[in-house]
């Protein structure tokens, strides 16, 4: 392994160790998001980790909306046949500590913009 991605994983490994604020905020951010989306009508993937899939089904509408993100100024990976099951195409999203509310506000009113163009 380089130098360099040791040294930044022993830092993460010893931010984790001194503090437990980055993980609260993580698991706020993550349950804010996914709340915030479900309220928009989103269909999420249950569960409480910080990957967020929003499921689309098509893969048309799914590369539509993604597109429709980026213009947008929200950067979005979509994922569509071969790497997941056809008919369930979706909008990876990934919450972080780092996020603030209006971030993740942004980002939900983004979603809802491109949706309903």
Known sequence: MPPPVVAASLS???LIASSS???RWLVENTSYFRARMTDEGFDIVPGDHPIVPVMIGDEERAAGLAAALVERGIYAVRFSY???PRGAARIR????AAYSRSGRDRAADAFRA???A
């Open 93 to 96: 999203t990934q919450m972080s």
């Open 82 to 84: 071969s790497v997941v």
């Open 21 to 23: 604020d980055l993980r």
């Open 114 to 116: 491109a949706r309903d």
């Open 12 to 14: 993460a490994l010893d």
